[in-house]
């Protein structure tokens, strides 16, 4: 079945041809087919429906800070059943895309840098940064509507759409759980580890004080997949050691 994309604008309409037409044209490079384009209103109930609840990838563009982003980042939280908690790798990226403008970071600068937990952050020079969060077969990924879209795409979104849509069906998600590390300890010691090609992928999320560890495993069949996660959790719980507390849902 080939997968599906939507596109969600929010806030003003676009001028014809801008923004999603170039999402658009990044998701079928990589395979994935756009069913459908909507533009909402800064309203919470809107986007909620605008999202849908089939096994899609949604892309949502928006303003980024202001009303707009607030209410995607509560929507996507409440779509995915995740609590919304202070992404420390945001909150760095705003920090430095501030001192490197010689500006003072805003008062809410924290509630900006307020994502879903479990929320991956995308990070491209000299641009606002965009996040992406899985939950099961749906994919959700927040970009930001100015001239900064187009690198992003490049750097993040369409190979973020490519491992998504090659990996439905056929993967396996382990999440290991740290707690007294920074994101750089657990970086250090998974350095053979963080973007290797493979069977297994592995990165790292900063998590509401904790930073976690994803596996995602991809085979022909669940019970390759299966195995080869297995093999590789082993070898990363023993680089994590005493620090790795529990799994997925566990503690």
């Not at 909620?48 to 995607?72: F, K, P, Q, W, Y």
């Not at 996040?131 to 490049?154: C, H, K, M, N, Y």
Request: charged share 25%.
């Amino acid at each position: 079945m080939t997968a599906s994309a939507h596109i969600v604008t929010v806030g003003a309409m676009p001028s014809p041809g801008a923004d999603g037409a170039a999402v658009a044209a990044a998701l079928g490079a990589a395979g994935v087919n756009v069913v459908s384009r909507v533009f909402v209103e800064d309203d919470e109930s809107a986007l909620e429906r605008a999202l849908g609840s089939d096994e899609a990838l949604t892309v949502v563009l928006t303003g980024g800070g202001g009303s707009a982003g607030d209410i995607v980042r509560r929507v996507l939280a409440r779509v995915t059943g995740a609590r919304l908690v202070l992404n420390d790798r945001l909150l760095t990226t705003l920090q430095e895309r501030y001192r490197r403008l010689d500006r003072p970071l805003p008062r809410r600068a924290e509630r900006l840098a307020l994502l879903p937990q479990g929320a991956t952050v995308w990070v491209t020079a000299d641009a606002e940064a965009g996040w992406a969060i899985e939950s099961g077969q749906r994919a959700f990924a927040v970009l930001a509507r100015d001239a900064t879209l187009q690198p992003t795409i490049a750097q993040h979104l369409t190979s973020f759409a490519r491992d998504w849509a090659g990996g439905r069906g056929t993967s396996v998600v382990r999440t290991l759980r740290t707690a007294g590390l920074t994101a750089a300890d657990v970086e250090e010691r998974l350095v053979d580890w963080l973007g290797r090609d493979g069977e297994v992928t592995v990165s790292t999320i900063p998590a509401d004080g904790e930073v976690w560890v994803r596996l995602r495993a991809r085979a022909s069949t669940p019970a390759e997949a299966t195995r080869s996660l297995a093999k590789a959790e082993i070898g990363i719980g023993a680089l994590l050691g005493e620090d790795c507390y529990g799994r997925d849902g566990e503690t």
